[in-house]
Nanobody, 112 residues
Framework: QVRLVESGGGLVQPGGSLRLSCAAF????????MMWARQRPGEGLEWVAG????????YYADSVKGRFTITRDNMKNIVYLQMNSLKTEDTAMYYC?????RGQGTQVTVSS
């Protein structure tokens, strides 16, 4: 059974940084691409970043390109999202996804 556990969210000032982590359980992690998505209150799920199964290729939404970096550790079954130069519009619940499965999310709030 797929289980994804996100952590690392919190309150940060504009311009600050956070690193989100997603621990994956219940499937062969090295066989799957992984993604991060976010959801603001009252809005739909917005794809943020993706990484191929081996980690060689990353993809980013235009809104985060140059500020966010997705990586993965295939020995530890963890995918990360390093978020720099955070903006107030980055405030959202962030989810780790494997296909249609996602975790419970971790809240990121960017505010002064």
């Amino acid at each position: 059974q797929v289980r994804l556990v996100e952590s690392g969210g919190g309150l940060v000032q504009p311009g600050g940084s956070l690193r989100l982590s997603c621990a994956a359980f219940g499937f062969t992690f090295t066989g799957y691409a992984m993604m991060w998505a976010r959801q603001r209150p009252g809005e739909g799920l917005e794809w943020v970043a993706g990484i191929t199964s081996g980690g060689a290729t990353q993809y980013y939404a235009d809104s985060v390109k140059g500020r966010f970096t997705i990586t993965r550790d295939n020995m530890k079954n963890i995918v990360y999202l390093q978020m720099n130069s955070l903006k107030t519009e980055d405030t959202a619940m962030y989810y780790c996804l494997k296909d249609a499965s996602r975790g419970q999310g971790t809240q990121v709030t960017v505010s002064s």
